[in-house]
């Protein structure tokens, strides 16, 4: 089975610092050409939001102040044109192609200076910054000089202002440098991070200038960077072809603001600062979101990745993608057919569900692809000795503020915890190493919910490092696990809890000792019962685990786990609607009454109920998936051999078998056609040999089709 589900992918964007640009097209006219340039120019000469450059500043307002030269000039050009009534030469296509490209650069330059959440990577890289201003000024330069006659003195004005462009844009180009204190502040980080690789603890003043200097000196301006920089070394890892001292130097800023955070601020946010200003409006909106307008009209969850479809009506991305898939191309709100299956993101409602989340006290989910996971397993080793040491660094502090700070320190570093271990395993392996897990288990009957939440979140992220499940059992917390998913605090604590139990449950040792707890097993089962989708789920697939332990069967079934999976199968058929995730949960609650079937007890259990297996019969005739039909094959089979003449009777009646089994054995897998022809040629068997018919048919027509 799947492990717990995870859905979404971050979406691609340009890399920082690189500057495509797309030449004009050689037939274009000057015309066009010259409007396209107008609207470039006065986008980069619009410098107002230069204030909060944390590096270039000088340089960048040269380049602005050059750029309005260029608008002027170029309008002085246009103003000309129309006066004369004359058109544009077609010889001044190449030179104004020429400085399309160059304010193109331009304007993605200002772009990724002046770029919030960047500042620490744009100041670390100002000399690289710096060098591609003074080529696109140098471009700018040439690009003005070719220009036709014609066109560089249209006018006594053009003439004059296309002077002032290239003597400044020359002079731009030979002198444009990083300011003094860019180069200090870098200095200041490069410092920093060699304590790092030493192992030694940074100077506080030194790290606290470098913020102030980058306008990250609070906890979120940390957070919001340190972000970017995740971000930015993920999408590395996917895409490959990575520059190593690249991901060295960002692994290391990562390592620098996680320590930042971690140890120079006390709260996640001060009452004055910009976040505490963002989290209050949050709070006020949950006030009138009704939380019941952002569900999937599919799923009746809470979207994750709301998407819109071409009908207008907004869908659970998953959900929406699920449906189409299978075949159905209405929407299902109106009825209405597709006319095409783009989703289009809904931003504003991702939004709005985000906040909510967030004045819940809940971190709103980040669901990451494979091609992510596997850049996530590529973080097991440190890009570098400054990162390890200020991962470690970072890692002995929290575990020092879990184990012995005050209440409102505990809850920060619980909070610290979860987002550390998050996406990027070296982290999970200092948490370990440091000791975490014993003080999350301890935190685990805070009777502070926020703080419960993020350490069972934080305990999840750890167990899916093999030493932090080691730590986990070897500090007692399986039980601790199990009363988590009875009676944590919140919901999304409850679903975390079981996912735990699944990754603990990839280790048969640990399954054993699972299944010996008394609770283990019916919490799983009453949570998959009972629970909302995701801890639905998570208990199915945590149980699945289980099963691998002999033992776990008898508790299982005499749990009520065939009745709870029987709920979920023959809900399906009563919702109806493929595509929802109810169909997931049935595929998942086949291969769970399959597993439990390879036992007697299991077997009869299910055969028990003739419902059960008439939906189990139509679920091999429906189900799409061939995994899924392979479970069902293998589930019918065990009842045929444990359940006896009985059940090959029962089997035997329902007309829609046969054609079920014929068809899985003409595609299904080698494992599906074996047990497909063994229930095939056992029903023959039964009412051929066991059960012969009273008198011979009358004609020869009839004949027993060996498979």
Same mark, same amino acid.
């Given at each position: 089975m799947p492990p717990p589900h995870e859905r979404g992918q971050p979406p691609s964007r340009r890399r920082m610092l690189a500057l495509p640009a797309v030449c004009p097209c050689e037939a274009i006219a000057p015309a066009p050409l010259l409007a396209s340039l107008l609207s470039l120019a006065a986008d980069a000469a619009a410098g107002s939001r230069l204030g909060a450059l944390p590096a270039l500043r000088g340089a960048a307002r040269e380049a602005v102040r050059i750029a309005g030269l260029l608008l002027a000039f170029l309008?002085?050009?246009?103003?000309?044109?129309?006066?004369?009534?004359?058109?544009?030469?077609?010889?001044?296509?190449?030179?104004?192609?020429?400085?399309?490209?160059?304010?193109?650069?331009?304007?993605?330059?200002?772009?990724?200076?002046?770029?919030?959440?960047?500042?620490?990577?744009?100041?670390?890289?100002?000399?690289?910054?710096?060098?591609?201003?003074?080529?696109?000024?140098?471009?700018?330069?040439?690009?003005?000089?070719?220009?036709?006659?014609?066109?560089?003195?249209?006018?006594?004005? @053009? !003439?004059?202002? =296309?002077?002032?462009? %290239?003597?400044? $844009?020359?002079? &731009? /180009?030979?002198?444009?440098?990083?300011? +003094? *204190?860019?180069?200090?502040?870098?200095?200041?980080?490069?410092?920093?991070?060699?304590?790092?690789?030493?192992?030694?603890?940074?100077?506080?003043?030194?790290?606290?200038?470098?913020? @102030? !200097?980058?306008? =990250?000196?609070?906890? %979120?301006?940390? $957070?919001?960077? &340190? /972000?970017?920089?995740?971000?930015?070394? +993920? *999408?590395?890892?996917?895409?490959?072809?990575?520059?190593?001292?690249?991901?060295?130097?960002?692994?290391?800023?990562?390592?620098?603001?996680?320590?930042?955070?971690?140890?120079?601020?006390? !709260?996640?946010?001060?009452?004055?600062?910009?976040?505490? $200003?963002?989290?209050?409006?949050?709070?006020?909106?949950?006030?009138?979101?009704?939380?019941?307008?952002l569900q999937c009209p599919i799923t009746l969850e809470l979207m994750t990745d709301p998407v819109t479809v071409a009908t207008g009506q907004t869908y659970d991305r998953a959900s929406i993608k699920k449906w189409i898939k299978s075949g159905c191309r209405t929407c299902p709100v109106t009825g209405e057919r597709l006319r095409s299956a783009e989703l289009v993101p809904n931003a504003a409602a991702r939004g709005i569900i985000e906040q909510l989340l967030l004045s819940r006290g809940v971190v709103p989910p980040h669901e990451p692809s494979g091609k992510h996971r596997c850049a996530v397993d590529r973080t097991a080793s440190p890009f570098g000795a400054a990162a390890a040491g200020g991962a470690r660094l970072a890692a002995a502090f929290l575990v020092a503020r879990l184990s012995r700070g005050a209440p409102e320190q505990q809850r920060k570093a619980s909070y610290e915890a979860r987002k550390l271990s998050k996406r990027n395993v070296f982290y999970r392996a200092c948490l370990v190493e440091a000791g975490a897990v014993p003080w999350l288990l301890h935190l685990l009957s805070s009777a502070d919910a926020t703080v419960q939440d993020n350490a069972v979140a934080g305990l999840l992220n750890l167990s899916k490092h093999p030493a932090g499940r080691a730590a986990l059992v070897e500090a007692g917390g399986v039980g601790l696990i199990v009363d988590a998913v009875n009676v944590a605090g919140r919901v999304e604590a409850r679903q975390n809890a079981a996912a735990v139990l699944f990754y603990l449950s990839s280790n048969p040792e640990y399954c054993e000792e699972i299944s010996r707890i008394p609770e283990a097993i019916p919490t799983l089962v009453g949570l998959a019962r009972d629970g909302a989708y995701r801890g639905r789920k998570n208990a199915l697939v945590s149980l699945y685990g289980l099963l691998q332990c002999a033992d776990a069967h008898g508790r299982a079934v005499s749990a009520g786990a065939v009745a709870a999976l029987a709920g979920l199968l023959l809900g399906s058929a009563a919702v109806g609607g493929g595509g929802s995730e109810g169909d997931d949960l049935a595929v998942d609650a086949v291969a769970l009454l399959a597993r439990l079937a390879e036992q007697p007890a299991g077997a009869r259990a299910v055969a028990a109920s003739s419902e059960l297996v008439t939906r189990l019969v139509d679920f091999l005739g429906e189900s799409a998936s061939r995994s899924a039909r392979e479970h069902c094959a293998s589930l019918l089979a065990a009842l045929g051999r444990h359940g006896g003449d009985r059940v090959l009777a029962l089997l035997g009646k329902l007309p829609a078998l046969m054609p079920a089994l014929y068809a899985l054995i003409a595609d299904g897998t080698p494992q599906a056609v074996r047990k497909a022809r063994w229930l095939v040629n056992e029903i023959h068997q039964h009412y051929e040999q066991r059960h012969p018919p009273a008198a011979p048919p009358a004609t020869g027509d009839h004949r027993i089709i060996r498979v």
């Open positions: 309008e002085a050009v246009r103003d000309a044109a129309s006066d004369d009534g004359a058109p544009l030469p077609e010889a001044a296509v190449l030179g104004l192609s020429e400085l399309h490209v160059a304010l193109q650069k331009l304007r993605l330059l200002l772009a990724d200076c002046g770029r919030k959440g960047a500042r620490l990577w744009v100041l670390m890289n100002a000399e690289t910054a710096a060098s591609e201003l003074r080529v696109v000024m140098g471009s700018v330069a040439t690009a003005v000089e070719v220009l036709p006659e014609g066109v560089a003195a249209a006018s006594d004005e @053009a !003439r004059e202002l =296309a002077g002032m462009v %290239s003597a400044h $844009a020359w002079r &731009a /180009a030979a002198r444009l440098r990083p300011d +003094l *204190e860019d180069g200090r502040a870098a200095r200041g980080v490069r410092s920093v991070l060699a304590r790092f690789a030493g192992g030694a603890t940074p100077d506080a003043e030194d790290a606290r200038h470098v913020l @102030a !200097r980058v306008g =990250a000196a609070t906890w %979120s301006g940390c $957070a919001e960077e &340190a /972000a970017f920089l995740e971000a930015e070394m +993920l *999408e590395r890892l996917e895409t490959g072809g990575e520059d190593d001292n690249d991901l060295v130097l960002i692994a290391g800023l990562l390592a620098f603001l996680l320590y930042c955070r971690v140890v120079l601020f006390d !709260r996640i946010d001060d009452s004055d600062n910009k976040a505490a $200003a963002v989290a209050r409006p949050a709070a006020r909106c949950a006030a009138w979101i009704n939380p019941e307008a």
